[in-house]
Structures are given as structure tokens and as C-alpha cells.
């Protein structure tokens, strides 16, 4: 079964500055998605960014950008000049892709507080 | 841009009594999905749903649940005789294919049993 790993229970930045957050996962499967996803105060899950396994480019969503180091099995997300509305609890998620299980496979999360 | 909604958004039952979650997916996919958060834990999967029927389960979707597509737009959690540790947050997502879209997810029912 796959697992993730998110290491930083809390992280804390000031606003405009770049924070990133870690993501390692296990698993035997070369073709899989990973996913961001941004859960603020009022609780619903936003996706922030996707990253298919066999592309090798990382990923980028305006200010949201991953490290996807394959080998590592290693997933951090970037955010550059955070803002308040970056606050929020951040999930990296695992899916199979090919002919796997259905469902994400969350990590704990990283609450991320910026500070004005 | 559309949206998955689910209702209610807070529900308090009493042990031992059933309760229904109800979701709207996004009306042109077809793939519906449950996870649960437990207070302070991580967002587990429950089950995912295609063509009227369930697709795969967690062990966590046990016989205590169920879920149901009774009509061309809402998709139904059922918990039977609640219990103490059902208490926690479930979220409806959907997605347009299995593969290659990604799962978007309703705001959530906060479930509370007393």
C-alpha cells in the first residue's frame, strides 16, 4: 500500500516570503499522480496543483510550484510571496494511475501560518 | 466554475440512530467518491462509486455504510447505527474520469454524534 509522509506538522512564513513545504511517499508503482491540495478555515479542499509521475518537468500554478524528484520519491511544494490568503492546512495526496486504487491516499498535512 | 455541495453542513445525530449525507456532484462526471477526517487526522478514502455501483471500499467501509445514486444528481453516504467514532468530517468528491482528472470536493458535513 502506498503511504505519505508529511514531516512539518506546522510551518510559519511572512507574508511575501517563499515557504516550502515536504512531501515523501512510498510506493512500488511507476505511474501514479501526486496532488496538492489547500484546506483552509472553512474546510473545503481546493486543489493547488497536480504533478503526473512520468512527466519529468515540475509543475507550476502561478505562485504554486513543486519539486518532484521521482527517484527520491520526493514531492515539496513552493509557495514564492505568500500572502494571507495562503493560510490554511496543506495535503500532498498520492493516486495510482494505472489500474490502481481509486482513492487518494492523503498525507497528515502541514498547517501553514503566515505572518503579516 | 461548478461545484460539488453537500448537505447539511453540520448534522448531530444520537448514537445509534442512522444518518444520511447528501452530495451533489458536479453534473457531468461520473466517478463519486466519500472520505472522512477525523478531528486533527488526515483525510482517509471511504469508497468511490461508477456506473451504480461501488468501484472499490477502504476497510473503514464496512458494513455500517452504504451509498446510493437514488437520482441523476445526488449521491448518498448512510451510516446505520452510529457510533461515537463515526463523529468526524465527510467529504463528497467527484471527478470527470478515473484517470487523468483530478477529484474536486464538496465543502463538507461535519458529522457530530452524541
Known amino acids: ?116 | 466554475e461548478p461545484e460539488v455541495t453537500q448537505t447539511p453542513s453540520h448534522q448531530v445525530t444520537q448514537m445509534g440512530q442512522e444518518v444520511i449525507l447528501r452530495c451533489v456532484p458536479i453534473s457531468n462526471h461520473l466517478y463519486f467518491y466519500w472520505y472522512r477526517q477525523i478531528l486533527g487526522q488526515k483525510v482517509e478514502f471511504l469508497v468511490s462509486f461508477y456506473n451504480n455501483e461501488i468501484s472499490e471500499k477502504s476497510e473503514i467501509f464496512d458494513d455500517q455504510f452504504s451509498v446510493e445514486r437514488p437520482d441523476g444528481s445526488n449521491f448518498t453516504l448512510k451510516i446505520r447505527s452510529t457510533k461515537l467514532e463515526d463523529s468526524a468530517m465527510y467529504f463528497c468528491a467527484s471527478s470527470g474520469d478515473r484517470i487523468n482528472q483530478p477529484q474536486h470536493f464538496g465543502d463538507g458535513t461535519r458529522l457530530s454524534i452524541l
Not at chain 1, 40 to 53: D, G
Request: aromatic content about 12%.
Open chain 1, 1 to 116: 500500500a502506498q503511504t505519505v509522509t508529511q514531516s512539518q506538522p506546522e510551518m510559519s512564513v511572512q507574508e511575501a516570503e517563499t515557504v516550502t513545504l515536504s512531501c515523501t511517499y512510498d510506493t512500488s508503482e511507476s505511474d501514479y499522480y501526486l496532488f496538492w491540495y489547500k484546506q483552509p478555515p472553512s474546510r473545503q479542499m481546493i486543489l493547488v496543483i497536480r504533478q503526473e509521475a512520468y512527466k519529468q518537468q515540475n509543475a507550476t500554478e502561478n505562485r504554486f510550484s513543486v519539486n518532484f524528484q521521482k527517484a527520491a520519491k520526493s514531492f515539496s511544494l513552493k509557495i514564492s510571496d505568500s500572502q494571507l490568503g495562503d493560510a490554511a492546512m496543506y495535503f500532498c495526496a498520492y493516486r495510482s494511475r494505472a489500474g490502481g486504487a481509486d482513492g487518494l491516499t492523503f498525507g497528515k498535512g502541514t498547517h501553514l501560518i503566515i505572518q503579516p
